[in-house]
Every structure is written in structure tokens, then in C-alpha cells.
């Protein structure tokens, strides 16, 4: 079964997580391509100068100092998403518009994949490329749908002192996060930060995608609903958000 993967070039994770997902993935699955957009942690695009001095403005200095340095770190002493791409002999499929647009849909068409996946995809999709792959699209998200839609779930539930979150793979619908649900994960969160919450989440997460492909590929799926009535939806935090998150005890890393 041919797959696209759909992502951003996040410096901090995704590399390392795409290069586990790339050694437990089933025999049977090929990856013919992926999309790289550049990195919008606010849920848009903005320049590079803006999302530092918005990261700084929002989550303080130690927070913008912590990242920072684990940016340079990436930049200069680790291996690339792209780098790891080339060297599995993944193409990486560059598209100039926006992944709705009639260009980069007949472009990602052009691979004739049988399914599409999204990893921190960072744009809503339409119905065109939510159903251009004859199985699907599907997408990760790192909580327990439908509780946490929206952005940066590892944050909010650590404010909210929730006990447990997770990990849920769905497909994808035009609405946000609220398509049926494959797979999801329980985990406990105990004393844990937010950076450790992140790993063991992205990784959880990694392992449920493979899972998830393998059983599409097999069509063997038993869907849980993903009920809007159950739902809470979360935007980006803002200042004060952080702040309480601070004054609560909780520890971003």
C-alpha cells in the first residue's frame, strides 16, 4: 500500500519520530512521498522573527531560552527531516500553494497514493484532498478524542490536572479533529512535564500510526464515534493561561 505523509519541518521531535515510524511500519506499506510545509506552531503561518518574539511574549524567557537552544542543536548538530528523507530514498514532494489548491492536489495525486497521513499537519483540509486516496486520510492527534481538539492538548491537559490523556489516530473530516476514530491510546500522566508529556505522546503516537495503516491496509478497522457532544476544544494559550499553568505547579520541562 502506497502512502503520502503530509507534515511540518518541526526541529524539535518530528525527526526522530519519523525515523522510528519509518522502522515499524509493515513491510507491505511504501512511503512515496512527503509533504514538508514550513513550521506554524500558532496554527498560521508567520515569519520566523514573529513566532520567536510571540514564543518569548507568551511562554517567557526560560521557555524561549530552552527552546532556543534545542533549535540551534537541531540546526547545526542533528540530521535534517529532509536529510533523513534523502537518505531513505523518500521523495519529498514540494508544493508551492496551499495543500488545497488545484496545483498541489494533481501533484499529490500524481503519486496515486492509497492513502494519505497527517503528522502535525498545520492547514484544514478540504474535501478534495481529504478524499483524493481511495482509503482515506488520517491524522494523529496527542489526546484522547473527543476531549482536547484543537491546539497544543499536552499543555491544556496538564492545567486542567487531568489524571490521564492519550493518544488518537482518525480520519480526517472537514471539521477539526472530529472525524471517527481507529486507535487511541490511554496514558498516565503522573509527575510528568510538558517536553516529557510531548515525547512519550509523539512516540505512543508513532506507534499507533503503523498500527493504523497496517489495519486500513488490511481493512480491518472497527471505528469508535467521535462525538461532538463530548468535546472540548482548545485554542493556543495565551500569557495568562501560562501563568496559571506556572502557578499550579505544573513544569514545562
Known amino acids: 500500500m502506497k502512502i503520502i505523509i503530509i507534515t511540518q519541518n518541526e526541529p524539535f521531535f518530528l525527526r526522530d519520530n519519523f525515523k522510528y515510524l519509518i522502522s515499524i511500519l509493515s513491510p507491505n506499506i511504501q512511503i512515496s512521498g512527503v509533504v514538508v510545509n514550513d513550521v506554524s506552531p500558532f496554527g498560521k503561518k508567520e515569519s520566523f522573527l514573529k513566532k520567536s518574539f510571540k514564543t518569548y511574549k507568551i511562554f517567557g524567557l526560560k521557555f524561549f531560552l530552552f527552546y532556543s537552544l534545542k533549535y540551534l542543536k537541531s540546526l547545526f548538530f542533528h540530521q535534517s527531516l529532509k536529510s533523513l528523507l534523502h ?3 523518500i521523495p519529498i514532494i ?3 500553494n496551499s495543500i488545497n489548491s488545484s496545483s498541489s492536489i494533481s501533484k499529490i ?6 492513502l494519505l497521513v497527517s503528522i502535525l499537519g498545520n492547514q ?3 474535501s478534495k484532498i ?10 494523529l492527534h496527542t489526546a484522547l478524542l473527543p476531549k482536547y481538539r484543537g491546539l497544543m492538548p499536552t499543555f491544556w491537559a496538564l492545567k486542567n490536572h487531568e489524571e490521564f490523556t492519550g493518544v488518537s489516530v482518525f480520519f480526517v473530516d472537514e471539521g477539526i479533529d ?11 500522566i503522573d509527575n510528568m512535564t510538558q517536553y516529557e508529556l510531548i515525547k512519550i505522546t509523539k512516540k505512543i503516537g508513532m506507534e499507533l500510526i503503523a ?7 488490511i481493512n480491518d478497522i472497527n471505528l469508535i464515534e467521535n462525538n461532538d457532544f463530548e468535546m472540548t476544544y482548545y ?9 496559571n499553568f506556572i502557578k499550579s505547579g505544573k513544569k514545562f520541562f
Open 94 to 96: 514540494e508544493l508551492s
Open 211 to 217: 498500527k493504523a495503516i497496517h489495519k486500513i491496509s
Open 109 to 114: 495525486k500524481s503519486f496515486k497514493p492509497d
Open 124 to 126: 484544514i483540509f478540504k
Open 130 to 139: 481529504i478524499n483524493l486516496a481511495p482509503k482515506g486520510c488520517i491524522n
Open 178 to 188: 472530529s472525524g471517527d476514530i481507529i486507535l487511541q491510546k490511554k496514558i498516565k
Open 87 to 89: 537518505e531513505n530514498k
Open 235 to 243: 485554542s493556543f494559550p495565551n500569557k495568562r493561561d501560562v501563568q
